[in-house]
């Protein structure tokens, strides 16, 4: 059972208290009517996969009940950041290099 | 003779403590502190079962958890525990032990045919087998295959056990009391650091428990683990755990242990459960796990008296049982020339040591010499003989180059091998870790860490007492430091004797027999030989991972630890590829086989799952209701009354309300109190109807999308004030709209001045439905207005009821006039005792849900997750009208407007009559426009709801259908298993299409 960090609560707590709601910073446009058909379903279902560091929404909902935002690395489990929701999305791949230093 | 293979002194079984015990119905004794495995050979029993597949006699293999061969069903409070390892059951009076796989008995076995037909079954004949023809395989070839499968048979009861769970955290967890294992716990305790200690053994000590030839700081093995344990149970700061195993290596060092608490005792305290599941999480872990010994891989190497050299100088020394009064003992490496001397210094013969090794080491040769016993090098057993026990081993002499003379036979009631040693790496890779091949221990090894935790002493390939006793002391000032931070001045205890030893031999040996004819076991529990491995690399498996597939090597419950190794050097040698090359497969959890019970641990029966409550339930318990479940909550499906079943039930529930009045419970409806400046704004973006015009007072019914513009969620939202919305949702979907509101306020919209509070458990919410409702509640309501023109269709108001605070709305799910009247929940039940009396005295009665379902579908309102299934938008469920029209946006506008929502031939919900009357379709058939569509023709739809409607006096159906608001009027047919039916396509609205009824 992984912990995790809440950055609400400022605590660690167990993976059970939480909720993940999949990918991160997918925002939805403010005027969706002037969206075409293919950005639509991108915005609706094209979702990346990515072997290595992933940005989540995450909710800890049996707690504080806030959303907030976590960088996973999807092979080992890890948790590398968790940041609150409207913080801007860490640069990746700087992360990346930083952790294989 | 009961008992003649004890020793007359020694071992850690209490002689004064004798216990009978039973094995296939023959009364035995053995001693406390004995092992079902022990006490039998204790008695001179070996063979204990039969093998899986060639239902070959098979005896006692080892003295542990890794035992593949001793797997008995244990007897108790009149049911079995099957397939539990002889080796780690403990004796107690009274045990009552069966022998497995085999009929009609151990001695006599009709299976063992097969052993003769071995030749039909070699490895991959399942998939080669019964391939064809396709028919047979239902009917014939997995019947056969299921009544042979399996090794135990499943207990037939309920396990009446209990099982408890534990949460715990720690700074230092050690698994394994061996040497390794003490002396990481003395040397972390002593910092302070919270520590545990746990072992699958009943007994803490591990292996110096058989260790006889050494002593730790001039004491006695046994006496200074003694010691160890009393230093370590003095201290505040430790948790000792004997019959625990840590079964599980989790992420962030969250380790899964299994205590077992009463399955060694004769008479267990009530009290106590079975076993108890301990979920810890511990700053840091020292896995000292130890290593098994590795069989030989020669012809015939699995008949009963042929053994494991060290579990042999366990019993022993142990235990205080000789495995036989006359012993072989084969081997490639130095250990198992301790357990010749051990057992020829107890009066047991050795009839040879035959070591592989041209040269085994001088000192030891000596030793053997000074004993009288013969010694033969470069020397292999190369099969034995002996019915249900082996009487004798045939030796072979292996030349430089490779190729085996025979060396003569020996006479022997025993042979003890030793092919070796295996560091016990399972924890470690279940931590994730990747083991490393080390070509001097001639081992896979703990590689680099990935959580925090580190191995020690052999479970790390690293032997000889002192050095082992050294690297636990390390590991566990280690560990403590690590967790905690502190450190302390640790003495380490100096052990001499019990040197490492040297050599060690992986995969088959060779030989000078017929191959064709013979067996040699590598997998001893699931019968694979060293053939059936060279089989599947001919075959074209060259991963290890595709050979443990179609040979199951490795699959058994030790998950290989025993066999692995000599497997994987088959493979490599048949490959022509470097070992490391064929790989190695993942250990995983558990460790060993875990109950079910230790898995489920209280979360059984009523503790499987919450029950939610209606605040009628006590009365419609009282009152004889039938209940069904709705998710966690408990609801009254119908209130039959004497003689009544459920289709007279419902039809004359239905027929009241309609004619005069009922009262129903809807307090799970969810409920979700929306409050602020922005909250009709909020609501506006969250459902597809317009909120900012509905007036104080007023209520509308909502419809809630998802992006894509599939329906998700309906419900009536009354406003209850300007800034103050009362929102309810359906029963099941109460969380999930929650969560969306919340998600939506959170993460896209925080500007919005909105709080969203569940009030689900808040209110107790009854419905008057039928023509007399107005008449059934006035006489207790304060405040509010009833009157048509005052409180019409679509009301909400608050006032009191019965004197309480209530909110009353309104709104029919009936299609009668009706009211909900919302109380708070600890009022519920005064207020529907109250309206049950008084609804009783002007003729109505009391509904439950299938009547609520009969009653909607009359008048074709829909239910989410029913007619709706995720892929159903507003205009396929004839809903436009709920879409506000002036609305530029909201969620699911956009995804409405999506090609494939708005292309022809969409599925769309309408109603369906048959052309019978009396017939009621099942709810999910398919439906097609032929009465005998061709196989593979696609549904154009399927029946959604359908009941017998009193209200019609016919049956009705919900559907959704292709196009099907343009098929009003046309015939349609239900193909089913004994015919075709005929349907009309209608409105989805049956009965009171206008709607009069509603506004009475």
């Not at chain 2, 399996?150 to 394994?176: F, I, Q, T």
């Not at chain 2, 009631?413 to 560091?423: A, E, Q, R, V, Y």
């Not at chain 2, 680099?448 to 390939?461: F, I, L, P, T, Y």
């Not at chain 2, 009208?881 to 599925?907: E, M, S, T, Y």
Request: aromatic residues 8%; glycine residues 10%; proline residues 5%.
């Amino acid at each position: 059972m992984l912990l995790i960090h809440c950055p609400y609560c400022g605590v660690e707590r167990p993976e059970t208290e939480f909720a993940c709601r999949g990918e991160a910073h997918i925002i939805r446009p403010a005027d969706p009517s002037t969206q075409t058909d293919e950005q639509w379903a991108e915005f609706l279902y094209l979702r990346e996969n990515p072997k290595g560091l992933y940005a989540e929404r995450w909710r800890h909902i049996h707690g504080c009940g806030r959303f907030f935002n976590a960088v996973r690395e999807t092979v080992s489990d890890k948790f590398v950041k968790v940041y609150k929701a409207g913080e801007p999305k860490p640069d990746l791949e700087a992360l990346a290099k930083e952790m294989s230093a | 003779m009961s008992q003649s293979f004890r020793t007359e002194a020694g071992g850690r079984i209490d002689r004064d403590r004798k216990v009978t015990f039973s094995f296939d119905g023959d009364q035995l004794e053995g001693y406390e502190g004995d092992t079902l495995a022990s006490a039998l050979l204790a008695n001179g029993i070996h063979m204990v079962g039969r093998s899986f597949k060639y239902h070959r006699p098979r005896g006692i293999l080892t003295s542990g958890s890794e035992e593949p061969n001793a797997l008995v069903g244990v007897y108790r409070q009149g049911d079995q525990t099957p397939n539990l390892r002889a080796t780690q059951v403990e004796l107690y009076e009274g045990l009552k032990a069966i022998s497995q796989n085999r009929f009609p008995s151990l001695g006599f076995d009709v299976g063992a045919v097969n052993d003769f037909l071995s030749p039909l079954f070699p490895a991959g004949f399942y998939y080669k087998t019964f391939m064809w023809p396709r028919s047979f395989w239902d009917r014939v070839y997995e019947p056969i295959i299921r009544a042979a499968a399996g090794l135990g048979k499943p207990p037939k009861n309920a396990d009446h056990d209990r099982y408890a769970n534990l949460y715990a955290h720690c700074d230092v967890l050690v698994v394994g009391s061996g040497p390794a294992g003490l002396a990481a716990a003395l040397a972390a305790a002593e910092t302070g650091a919270r520590v545990i200690l746990c072992d699958e053994q009943a007994e803490l000590g591990g292996s110096l428990l058989s260790e006889t030839a050494a002593t730790i700081d001039g004491k006695t093995p046994v006496d200074w683990v003694e010691d160890a344990i009393r230093t370590l149970q003095a201290m505040d700061n430790v948790t000792l755990l004997p019959r625990t195993t840590a079964f599980g290596y989790f992420a962030q060092n969250f380790v899964a242990l299994a205590e077992r608490i009463t399955d060694h005792v004769s008479e267990p305290d009530p009290n106590l459960p079975r076993e108890r599941l301990w979920q810890l999480r511990a700053k840091e872990v020292v896995i000292a796990a130890g290593s098994i010994e590795r069989p030989m891989v020669f012809p015939e190497n699995d008949r009963p008296g042929i053994m494991n050299a060290e579990a042999g100088r366990t019993y022993l020394n142990r235990y205080g049982v000789k495995v036989g009064h006359k012993a072989l003992v084969a081997t490639a490496c130095d250990t198992a020339w301790q357990a010749a001397f051990d057992l020829a210094d107890a009066g047991v013969e050795i009839a040879a040591i035959a070591d592989l090794r041209e040269n085994p080491p001088e000192a030891l040769q000596s030793i053997a010499q000074a004993r009288g016993i013969r010694v033969e090098t470069a020397c292999v057993v190369t099969g034995t003989t002996g019915r249900k026990r082996i009487d004798k081993a045939l030796l072979g002499r292996v030349s430089a180059s490779g190729s085996v003379a025979s060396a003569g036979d020996l006479a022997c009631d025993s042979l003890l091998m030793s092919g070796g040693w295996t560091p016990t790496v399972s924890l470690y890779s279940q931590s994730r870790g990747k083991v490393m091949w080390d070509e001097a221990a001639g081992a896979f090894l703990p590689g680099q860490h990935v959580q925090n935790e580190r191995s020690a002493g052999s479970s790390r390939g690293l032997y000889g007492l002192n050095d082992v006793l050294a690297d636990g002391y390390a590991a566990g000032e280690e560990a403590a430091k690590a967790a905690t931070g502190k450190s302390a001045k640790v003495t380490y205890a100096v052990a001499s004797g019990a040197e490492a030893g040297s050599g060690g031999t992986l995969g088959a040996l060779p030989d000078d027999r017929d191959a064709s004819r013979v067996k040699a076991f590598v997998d001893y529990q699931n019968d694979v030989t060293a053939k059936d491995v060279k089989l599947a690399v001919r075959e074209g498996m060259h991963s290890i991972e595709h050979i443990k597939r179609y040979t199951t090597t490795g699959m058994a419950t030790d998950q290989g630890r025993l066999s692995n190794m000599n497997a994987l050097a088959i493979a490599s040698k048949a490959l022509d590829k470097p070992l490391t090359d064929v790989g190695l497969t993942t250990f995983r959890q558990p460790f060993t086989p875990t109950t079910f019970g230790t898995f489920a641990t209280s979360s059984r029966g009523d503790f499987f799952d919450p029950v939610r409550k209606t605040p009628s339930h006590q009365w419609a318990t009282d009152s004889d209701a039938a209940f069904e479940d709705v998710g966690q909550w408990k609801r009254a499906w119908y209130f039959p009354k004497a003689g009544e079943d459920i289709h007279a039930a419902v039809a004359r529930e239905c027929e009241v309300v309609r004619n005069k009045l009922g009262l129903f419970d809807a307090s799970t409806l969810g409920k979700i109190e929306v409050v602020g400046p922005d909250a009709a704004e909020f609501l506006e973006r969250m459902y597809t109807n317009p909120w900012k015009k509905l007036g104080v007072g007023r209520c509308r019914y909502g419809l809630m999308l998802n992006e894509a513009g599939f329906i998700i969620d309906d419900g009536v939202v009354g406003r209850i004030a300007e800034d103050r919305f009362h929102v309810t949702t359906t029963t099941g979907g109460a969380p999930s709209v929650f969560a969306t509101m919340e998600d939506y306020l959170q993460t896209e919209w925080p500007d919005l001045d909105v709080w969203i509070t569940s009030t689900t458990e808040q209110y107790a919410v009854a419905a008057v439905q039928g023509p007399l409702a107005r008449e059934a509640i006035a006489p207790f309501v304060q405040g509010i207005d009833l009157s048509p023109d005052a409180f019409p269709h679509m009301s909400v108001a608050t006032g009191t009821f019965c004197g309480v605070p209530c909110r009353l709305f309104r709104i029919s799910f009936t299609g009668e006039v009706g009211f909900e009247i919302n109380v708070p929940r600890r009022h519920g039940e005064m207020v529907w005792k109250t309206l049950e009396h008084e609804v009783a005295k002007l003729g109505g009665c009391t509904y439950g849900t299938e009547t609520m379902h009969v009653l909607r579908a009359e008048k074709g309102y829909i239910i989410v997750g029913q007619e709706t299934d995720g892929t159903v938008t507003p205009d396929d469920a004839g809903m436009t009208w709920a879409i506000g029209k002036k609305k530029h946006d909201f969620v699911g506008k956009r995804g409405l407007q999506r090609p494939d929502l708005v292309a022809d031939n969409r599925k769309q919900l309408v109603g369906l009559l048959t052309t019978d009357p009396k017939v009621v379709l099942e709810e999910g058939a398919q439906i097609t426009e032929s009465a005998n569509p061709a196989v593979g023709t696609p549904a154009d739809g399927h029946v959604t709801s359908s009941y017998h409607s009193p209200a019609m006096g016919r049956s009705i159906a919900l559907a959704l259908v292709k196009n099907g608001r343009a098929l009003e009027g046309k015939t349609l047919h239900v193909p089913m298993p004994d015919g075709s039916i005929p349907v009309t396509v209608t409105g989805p609205v049956f009965f009171d299409p206008k709607g009069d009824r509603l506004n009475g």
